[in-house]
């Protein structure tokens, strides 16, 4: 996401002044079950949450814009179905409480209870990684039928993984600009997972082991009573360990 400016001039002095304030704050952080509001945040705490965090990026996005060439309009239009797609996907969740969108990247934070006790952050974040891993399919339908042999299947890789983030107020006190950042390897690790998927494994889909221990015995497929954890399958990454991969 992106805020407007509001032009202030700038004032060396006041520049340090924030600076020292800053990193000689001696403030503890809390810990909480739920990602606060920014409201309910200063510039000086902050809230360690448990929550799951979710990536996914497309994959060859510069052999698109060479394969529509000056097509500016048509990629356009490619790259605005797929997020609007992709963003309504998340938003559709209620545990969902960050929405971000950095180029043709879109990431996710779930965290809190879900009024079905049953699912947590992290099975829906898997629903919503099943969910956008079925929406490419119908996106590259629609594009095939929009472009014709001009156009090459788009593929998009999905990260998801569980823990602990640092939550703060981050931005320009008195501007109003300003939003939350979440710190901590949760985020760190959904983005690695969703660069290992359809990179170094051809699976669409790639989780931390805390995701695959988190998601349980939540049933994911009432047809046949699958879970997670069945549409999974074990990997030794040589740089991240243990990771699952899956196309569900």
Request: charged fraction near 20%; proline fraction near 0%.
């Given at each position: 996401r992106s805020m407007r400016a509001n032009i202030k001039n700038f004032d060396l002095d006041a520049s340090l002044s924030r600076i020292d304030s800053i990193l000689n704050d001696s403030t503890s952080y809390d810990e909480a079950d739920d990602v606060p509001k920014i409201e309910d945040l200063t510039f000086k705490n902050g809230r360690y949450v448990k929550c799951a965090a979710f990536f996914i990026d497309l994959r060859g996005s510069s052999d698109l814009i060479q394969t529509h060439g000056k097509k500016s309009k048509s990629l356009a239009r490619l790259y605005r179905a797929y997020i609007s797609e992709i963003v309504a996907i998340v938003n559709s969740f209620e545990t969902c409480r960050e929405v971000n969108i950095v180029g043709d990247c879109v990431s996710a934070v779930f965290s809190g209870e879900a009024t079905d006790v049953t699912k947590s952050p992290v099975t829906q974040a898997l629903e919503a990684a099943s969910m956008s891993n079925g929406m490419m399919g119908i996106l590259n339908v629609k594009y095939k039928k929009k472009w014709g042999d001009s156009f090459s299947e788009v593929k998009a890789g999905i990260g998801v993984a569980y823990g602990r983030a640092l939550v703060i107020k981050a931005g320009y006190s008195g501007s109003g600009i300003n939003d939350?950042?979440?710190?901590?390897?949760?985020?760190?690790?959904?983005s690695k997972m969703c660069g290992l998927a359809y990179k170094d494994y051809l699976s669409p889909i790639c989780v931390t082991e805390a995701v695959y221990t988190s998601a349980g015995t939540y049933i994911a497929n009432?047809?046949?009573?699958?879970?997670f954890q069945d549409f999974l399958y074990e990997n030794q990454h040589h740089k991240h360990g243990k990771v699952y991969t899956g196309n569900f």
């Open positions: 939350l950042i979440y710190m901590g390897d949760v985020v760190n690790k959904a009432s047809e046949t009573q699958q879970t």
